[in-house]
């Protein structure tokens, strides 16, 4: 028994000898390469301001094509089974939607003769015109992002396309869907409004008090996204829309965010917040807007 | 001259790798992107880099763990290198551990895999534990989901870059 614990000592020493050894003659080196790459890797993406290198634009455009071609299968899927399984929930929403049809295109017919009046009277006041211009670049989403940890999707325009990191993106009802945080050449990624990392000046409700959008994790995973920074006089209750505010004019004003799906108190039980429901059907989303430029006119 | 330089067999074998690691790749972006469970998706890059180091030697595992964490650093957005560096380490050091401590068996396979699929779900957790105030559960809940939702594809993982490892690439080319 001592013969063998001693030579198991024995054993255990060379073998953490051989493994120091191999460590100093394998490792320092390996470990120098990674910490070099990594370095020139860091650098290459804090000088980039959002702009993909030759690497990533190259792997990117490798990739778009599989990307496409596993969103388009899966999008195929999903009409499959929609149809065979969702059949009479699609039919009764079709009706529903017919009816809301009728109803906008009653408002719209209003809206025309309000905004007809509206302009008799501006004229009549000698009043100029008071428009935000927003020039769009329309792009379809290639990839939805692959990260436990984020919430962003690709898109199939880029730098060629003049989108600026930074840039707002939206969706054909103006539901604010994300910004533009890289770009490449032929695709860009866009974080989502529900993103962890994403922050929006807001305004709440109709008496438009500021607010702030400020992404959470836990609520990022359920699709939803927080509203903070309330002032005591905000008076915040569910469904209350949530709007841009445009301040610092990143996003234009009066995109619509989403709404108040629920009120709570933070742990210290002094600060109010609110879980705000996107607009933007972000899972279903197949077609979006990128907003390049806008103006705001008085 | 250049033939009698290079190391044929070597260059062969990395070339298989690189095919391996390609195909891991398209699966990940492609495949397993859509495969969501509970709102969390399975990752097989961590137990494909396990498997560079079990088959092909510390070296081998660095050298393609950091090829696999650079491009793994790019496709997340997230503008960190953390994966980079890791990868490489797990690359190395599984390498490491078949060389000095374990066979090279399915079993010790897992092993190390899991806590490879562990290390990487914490580093991806570790910027919102240590710089934001979010709460600790949902980023606990999803980095377990995460490593459990990843565990079957630890056998395709291993069974694969065996496959790879046992073909014969000594054989001279004759044209």
Same mark, same amino acid.
């Given at each position: 028994m001592q013969t063998f614990e001693y030579a198991y000592e024995i054993g255990r020493e060379v073998n953490l000898n051989r493994v120091i050894q191999y460590l100093k003659k394998k490792g320092t080196g390996v470990l120098i390469v990674a910490v070099i790459v990594a370095v020139i890797f860091g650098v290459s993406i804090t000088q980039g301001n959002g702009k993909a290198g030759a690497l990533e634009n190259a792997s990117v455009s490798l990739a778009i094509p599989s990307k496409k071609s596993s969103s388009g299968f899966v999008g195929w899927l999903q009409g499959i089974y929609s149809y065979m399984f969702q059949f009479d929930t699609l039919k009764a929403e079709n009706e529903e939607l017919k009816i809301k049809l009728a109803e906008s295109q009653t408002e719209l017919r209003k809206a025309k003769s309000a905004i007809e009046e509206n302009k008799r009277l501006r004229d009549l006041f000698d009043l100029s015109d008071r428009h935000e211009d927003l020039t769009f670049e329309d792009a379809m989403i290639i990839d939805r992002g692959n990260s436990n940890w984020n919430d962003t999707y690709t898109i199939d325009k880029g730098q060629e396309s003049d989108i600026r990191v930074g840039d707002c993106v939206v969706d054909s009802q103006y539901n604010l869907v994300g910004q533009v945080i890289e770009l490449g050449l032929g695709w860009a990624t866009v974080r989502s409004v529900?993103?962890?990392d994403m922050h929006v000046g807001a305004l709440v409700g109709e008496n438009g008090n500021a607010a702030m959008i400020i992404g959470d994790f836990a609520l990022m995973q359920d699709g939803n996204t927080k509203l903070t920074y309330?002032?005591?006089e905000t008076q915040v209750l569910e469904g209350d829309a949530i709007l841009t505010s445009g301040k610092g004019g990143t996003f234009p004003r009066n995109l619509v965010i989403g709404e108040i799906t629920d009120v709570r108190t933070e742990d210290g039980g002094q600060m109010k917040y609110a879980i705000v429901t996107p607009s933007a059907s972000l899972d279903s989303l197949t077609q979006v807007f990128v907003v390049k430029d806008f103006d705001l006119v008085e | 001259m250049l033939h009698n330089a290079l190391n044929l067999s070597k260059v062969r074998r990395g070339i298989l790798y690189a095919g391996v690691l390609l195909i891991a790749i398209v699966l990940q972006n492609t495949l397993l992107s859509q495969i969501v469970i509970f709102g969390v998706r399975p990752i097989i890059l961590p137990s494909v880099v396990v498997a560079f180091g079990f088959f092909g030697g510390g070296i081998v595992g660095g050298i393609f763990g950091l090829i696999t964490g650079v491009l793994f650093d790019m496709s997340l957005n997230?503008?960190?290198?953390i994966m980079t560096v890791l990868f490489t380490i797990i690359g190395f050091g599984s390498g490491m551990t078949t060389m000095f401590? #374990?066979?090279?068996r399915l079993t010790a396979f897992c092993v190390v895999s899991t806590l490879a699929l562990l290390l990487t779900a914490f580093c991806q957790m570790f910027p919102y534990l240590a710089? #934001?105030? #979010?709460?600790?559960v949902p980023l606990l809940i999803t980095g377990g989901l995460q490593t459990l939702w990843s565990f079957p594809f630890i056998f395709l993982a291993f069974y694969g870059v065996r496959s790879v490892s046992q073909i014969n690439v000594n054989e001279d080319l004759r044209i």
């Open positions: 529900c993103d962890a309330l002032t005591d | 997230a503008g960190s290198i401590y #374990t066979n090279k710089f #934001t105030d #979010t709460s600790r």
